[in-house]
């Protein structure tokens, strides 16, 4: 809803969404006077978030009016990687860009590759114009792995789609689970409901190896070693067995497979499950009785666990124990990763993206989390034409993707034209040959699902593009004039894409125009007699494909390579600072001075041997790279176990890296997604 004063005062509020890749996918209200944005709130009427902002977002307009954002195109002058740029126009811009794709792709259009993710999770200036400019060239697909595709596709193997309990009912839940999850940082609405449960006497126990501004504020905190997250949940499932805390009739008749993962769970006792978590026999006993006999729990479980070898196996064994003592009977039992999957009728997607501009061609599709060694490769059999091109959107993958000092050298190469649509000079944008300024969430339509809660959400402009700003949707349907693309969809205007991206069969047209959102016809309870979305409705213990879930070592761990581990002895796991989203913020004065400087954060233990003091300057190191940073001695790292706070730039690092300098290109057990925290390091002062 949009409401407007007296034309004297011209003052305006306006209904608006937050972008950024995190659960809440808050409603916003944006209160503009004389054409500039001096308030964003949370609207106090949206259930998930009844009015509050992260500290991140409500510092939007800073990051909107700030100084240093692009706000006309640039042209790069001098090596790539130095930031040099000169203006110019737009018609110069596009008309040269459209002239090298299309030379590019007269030879071969699978050269050309887009790079986008989650800068804006919106329907429009996501994937909508984008990927129908893509579609119809012909270019290479890309598979958007980086972030959470693990824990996805395990989720989906497990319920038939990425769908969970609701958020709002977590307030009404007895135990809740807070499993590879920091909501105080990355899911604040979700914490609000959590902290309700607990004033109402739940028991809140947080399962990470970090002490996360959560665990301290949870009834318990769990250390668990990176990577042993599915040996803890047979261990808990060997316990629920042996006590007989099982609700029998729900296995019975709502869970295929239960009697093979039954004996593969009473070979974890809590011994051996303690001994690969690096906890006791005693925590895993507890946290199953406490499990096992409070009705209703509820687990929040989130991606960080996932970025491991084994990730997917871990989120399927997880997502199983709601099954064993029958949650799902319970509103506020069961569990939730996502619920992306409720959408995926009521979104629109194929119109919006169109695959049949394809007209039958079959790219080839490219892994996003291996763009290091994808664009040092030469032509060949098995992997098609060298990139030549790439066209970044909503990513900043020279300082968000592994092993980023080989895509750091691929983005350095000079036969590689690459255009960066952005609104910032970021690591990436310092590579491209052009610079295109695309407006921020306040100057533009866009339309919004979620991963957590079941609202669709809609986003109207506040103001006028800034400088010479122009929509991500705008810049590829000027481009695909350009190409020569006459097909009447590259004519819908940004509005009109986002007031029909949702089915008005199950979205609420008029209500989400009127509120700016609308939740989804979804029971309160939705798998209390089974009912997942599978082929036979019940949840998969042995999924087809995949045969039963299993806990996966690490790459990079003493068990698995005890060699590697000798010389580098320290896991390391790169959790993000709270004041930073991804490498989104990282410029935004206010929240950078919270954060101060690129930190390590390092148990006393392991600091000591090592002659590290508090504040030093360290390097941490393997064969990949190094990084330099301060280290900040405390017991959120528990020993054996680093955390390298991330994402910072590369350029702000001490020597010009960011911790993905050390990560690898080593892909999880399920979904093709990057492991950045199966991570063998060592520290030393530098």
């Not at 949206?46 to 009016?65: D, F, M, N, Q």
């Not at 309700?196 to 002490?211: S, T, W």
């Not at 991963?451 to 929509?471: D, E, F, V």
């Not at 798998?527 to 990079?556: I, M, R, S």
Request: glycine fraction near 8%.
């Amino acid at each position: 809803m949009t409401t407007t004063a007296t034309p004297a005062a011209a003052t305006r509020v306006v209904q608006a969404t937050c972008p950024h890749d995190c659960p809440d996918t808050c409603a916003m209200q944006v209160t503009v006077e004389q054409g500039r944005v001096v308030r964003i709130h949370g609207d106090p009427d949206h259930p998930p978030t009844h009015g509050a902002l992260c500290t991140k977002v409500s510092r939007y307009a800073e990051r909107s009016y700030h100084p240093d954002r692009v706000l006309t195109p640039l042209r790069r002058v001098g090596r790539k990687g130095e930031g040099r740029f000169e203006p110019v126009g737009w018609d110069e811009a596009l008309d040269d860009i459209a002239a090298r794709l299309k030379a590019i792709a007269a030879r071969d259009p699978q050269a050309v590759l887009p790079y986008s993710y989650a800068g804006t999770m919106g329907l429009v200036q996501g994937d909508g114009m984008a990927a129908r400019f893509f579609h119809r060239l012909g270019a290479s697909l890309l598979d958007r792995t980086i972030c959470s595709n693990a824990g996805g596709e395990a989720l989906a193997a497990t319920y038939g789609g990425k769908v969970g309990m609701h958020l709002e009912w977590y307030a009404e839940s007895k135990l809740i689970l807070i499993w590879g999850s920091n909501p105080i940082t990355s899911s604040l609405h979700f914490w609000t409901f959590a902290q309700q449960a607990k004033r109402a006497g739940a028991k809140l126990v947080c399962i990470d190896p970090r002490r996360t501004e959560t665990a301290e504020k949870c009834h318990q905190h769990i250390a668990l070693l990176p990577g042993s997250d599915g040996a803890l949940a047979l261990g808990l499932m060997h316990e629920l067995i042996a006590h007989d805390w099982l609700d029998h009739d729900y296995l019975a008749r709502h869970v295929e497979g239960w009697p093979a993962l039954r004996e593969r769970a009473l070979q974890w006792p809590p011994e051996r499950a303690a001994a690969v978590c690096g906890i006791t026999a005693d925590d895993v006993r507890q946290l199953a009785r406490d499990y096992g006999t409070t009705k209703p729990a509820a687990i929040r479980l989130n991606y960080g666990m996932q970025r491991v070898r084994g990730g997917g196996n871990a989120v399927r064994l997880v997502s199983l124990l709601p099954c064993l003592v029958g949650a799902w009977r319970h509103r506020a039992g069961g569990l939730l990763l996502s619920a992306s999957g409720w959408f995926r009728p009521a979104v629109r997607t194929a119109w919006l993206q169109r695959p049949d501009l394809l007209a039958g061609r079959r790219p080839r599709t490219v892994n996003m989390s291996t763009i290091g060694d994808d664009l040092l490769r030469a032509s060949s059999p098995g992997f098609g034409p060298k990139i030549e091109a790439v066209v970044v959107y909503n990513s900043n993958p020279v300082a968000v993707a592994p092993e980023n000092g080989k895509v750091a050298r691929g983005f350095a190469r000079e036969d590689l034209f690459t255009v960066v649509l952005e609104h910032f000079r970021t690591d990436t944008a310092d590579h491209a040959d052009y610079v295109l300024p695309a407006t921020t969430q306040l100057e533009h339509w866009d339309a919004h699902s979620a991963y957590g809660h079941t609202y669709a959400m809609l986003n109207r402009p506040a103001i006028a593009p800034l400088g010479q700003s122009k929509s991500n949707a705008e810049i590829f349907r000027t481009l695909a004039a350009r190409m020569g693309f006459d097909e009447p969809c590259f004519a819908d205007s940004d509005e009109a894409m986002a007031l029909a991206a949702f089915d008005p069969e199950r979205v609420d047209a008029a209500q989400l125009q009127q509120r700016g959102w609308c939740k989804l016809a979804i029971a309160d309870a939705p798998f209390a007699e089974g009912g997942f979305p599978t082929p036979g409705g019940k949840a998969l213990a042995d999924a087809p494909g995949l045969g039963l879930p299993d806990h996966v070592p690490n790459y990079e761990s003493p068990q698995s390579s005890p060699e590697l581990a000798a010389r580098y002895p320290l896991a390391m796991i790169s959790p993000p600072a709270r004041h930073f989203l991804n490498s989104t913020f990282v410029n935004v004065a206010s929240l950078r001075a919270a954060e101060q400087e690129p930190r390590l954060e390092m148990h006393p233990q392991d600091a000591a041997p090592r002659g590290i003091a508090d504040g030093a300057a360290v390097r941490v190191f393997n064969d990949r790279g190094e990084y330099r940073c301060k280290a900040a001695l405390n017991d959120r790292a528990r020993p054996g176990v680093v955390n390298g706070l991330g994402i910072w730039w590369r350029k702000d690092g001490l020597a010009g890296t960011n911790v993905n300098e050390l990560t690898h290109q080593r892909l999880t057990d399920i979904g093709r997604a990057p492991s950045f925290y199966d991570c063998l390091v060592e520290v030393a002062a530098a």
